[in-house]
């Protein structure tokens, strides 16, 4: 039997041994190992298609440096469309230094472009000594890396080559040939905005044995980046279409979060202060650890300063904390803060607080999602202040997408144990009859009640000619509360609540 299990694990044909499993290569580019569940196929191909100006150039030569920085792994980069002065040019402006990388035999172009062809005495391209340069190169710097810029410019302009068949023995050749000698290969192909298949000949994508598309989509006031996996043989990835963005610093994709519904890190017996004493007494000690709040409530009622006393009180109870600012630029959040004594500057410093500031023109669920999770695993954040839901609603989300932000954001919350208070702008709460104050709660117009496990209202209410403040825990999932109407008022140092609210 163990002989049998060994074998199994090891099979054998002709005395060679036999891969049985498809290992990964992390490619080190911010989310996209993430996309492809750890890594791309190592050892093989994988075909990046897209039309101009997707960033097909740009991950090419994002894959090399990672790897070089990274992983120490060596790369080579074949060029059939820039020439390299150009290309070292152009990666400089990301802060990558080739020139550097090249003199420290890291880094080795191949020259493919029009004047550096490999001929025969025909004039035909000879792949063959293309090939030949290619293995020479790799041998010569070590290299991990390949990428080649694009197969599809290769065919064109030096083949002439227009029969599918012919295009597939070159592929398949060219693929044998580095897959024998060990490297993993990142290789362009154009796409036509008209053309239903994924690269110029449509059959690119079949001899890959990965394939990733790069879509350009307009925006209101800025280009949408789609990517997505096609098939990735031998491995699992992440289907559907997530956005990337091309910054300073390089290509960042978005993966949706993955989330284990079944876990929850809920703790009853650890309450968390609010830096409301008064409030904590209504909650019986505080909110349970791990909790998702709703804060709802007119504009002025005091809800983001509410979000600011609890990621205070966390700050002083050496609690890390992550603000997210959707409606007010940061600057005025840190004047309001310290209008009210509390320094917040102190403890962004020392990296206890991050903000995450998002305007919301062409705002991402998938982007917005991808900072508040990176941010709360960075410095080990348990508190998160959302402010507020109701700017994503207003922006070009529509509901549909701000629930499903909401319930992955809240469902990653659970499975790590962060406590999130979330405003939501509720405009039916002000103006209450006389004999009522209870009014109407439009949240329920996303079903937010069930996303989220308590509630607190804040609302105006007039009386003898003035304007009075007052709060409700309307919700405390799994927790007793006090249930009176209670009045509030705003001061310097923050929220003062108090008695019990009367109605005349």
């Not at 498809?22 to 569940?37: M, N, S, W, Y």
């Amino acid at each position: 039997m163990k002989a049998l299990k060994k074998e199994s694990r090891n099979p054998t044909k002709n005395g060679t041994k036999i891969q049985s499993a498809v290992d990964r290569l992390k490619t080190g580019i911010e989310g996209f190992d993430e996309l492809f569940g750890g890594g791309i196929a190592k050892g093989r191909g994988l075909l990046v298609t897209g039309t101009a100006g997707t960033g097909k150039t740009v991950l090419l030569n994002e894959f090399l440096y990672r790897g070089i920085q990274s992983f120490t792994q060596n790369g080579v980069f074949v060029t059939f469309e820039e020439r390299p002065d150009d290309i070292i040019r152009n990666v400089s402006s990301f802060g990558w230094d080739f020139s550097a990388l090249i003199e420290q035999d890291n880094l080795a172009i191949v020259d493919c472009t029009q004047q550096s062809v490999p001929v025969l005495q025909s004039g035909e391209f000879s792949w063959d000594v293309l090939i030949s340069r290619i293995e020479k190169m790799i041998k010569r710097v070590d290299a991990k890396r390949v990428a080649i810029d694009s197969i599809g410019t290769a065919f064109v302009r030096f083949s002439q080559v227009v029969d599918e068949q012919k295009v597939r023995e070159l592929l398949f050749l060219l693929m044998d040939k580095l897959k024998a000698m060990n490297v993993t290969v990142m290789i362009s192909g154009e796409k036509t905005a008209r053309d239903a298949a994924l690269s110029r000949y449509g059959i690119e994508e079949f001899v890959s044995d990965g394939a990733v598309t790069l879509e350009l989509h307009s925006g209101q006031n800025k280009t949408i980046r789609i990517m997505s996996v096609i098939k990735l043989r031998g491995l699992d990835y992440r289907s559907g279409k997530v956005e990337y963005e091309i910054s300073p610093s390089g290509l960042t994709v978005f993966p949706k979060i993955p989330v284990d519904i079944n876990v929850a890190e809920t703790n009853f017996d650890v309450r968390l202060k609010t830096g409301i004493n008064e409030l904590d007494q209504a909650l019986r000690g505080g909110i349970p650890q791990g909790h998702v709040m709703l804060i709802a409530g007119n504009t002025g009622v005091g809800k983001t300063l509410l979000g600011m006393q609890f990621i205070y009180q966390g700050l002083n109870d050496g609690e890390k904390c992550v603000f997210v600012a959707l409606e007010e630029p940061i600057q005025q959040i840190l004047k309001t803060a310290n209008a009210h004594g509390w320094n917040f500057e102190k403890y962004q410093k020392k990296n206890e607080l991050i903000f995450i500031r998002e305007g919301l023109l062409d705002i991402s669920t998938d982007q917005l999602l991808y900072r508040i999770v990176r941010a709360v695993e960075r410095i080990n954040a348990n508190h998160v202040v959302i402010d507020s839901v109701s700017s994503l609603e207003s922006s070009s989300m529509d509901r549909n997408k701000v629930r499903e932000f909401l319930i992955q954001a809240s469902t990653f919350f659970k499975t790590r144990g962060v406590t999130c208070y979330m405003n939501y702008l509720s405009g039916d709460t002000f103006g209450a009859g006389v004999g009522q104050l209870l009014g109407s709660l439009t949240t329920n117009e996303m079903r937010l009640s069930s996303i989220v496990d308590g509630i607190i209202l804040m609302r105006y209410v007039e009386r003898d000619e003035s304007i009075h403040k007052m709060l409700n825990i309307f919700k405390l999932r799994g927790s007793d509360h006090n249930r009176n109407i209670l009045h509030y008022e705003i001061k310097r140092g923050g929220i003062k609540l108090g008695e019990r609210f009367k109605a005349k």
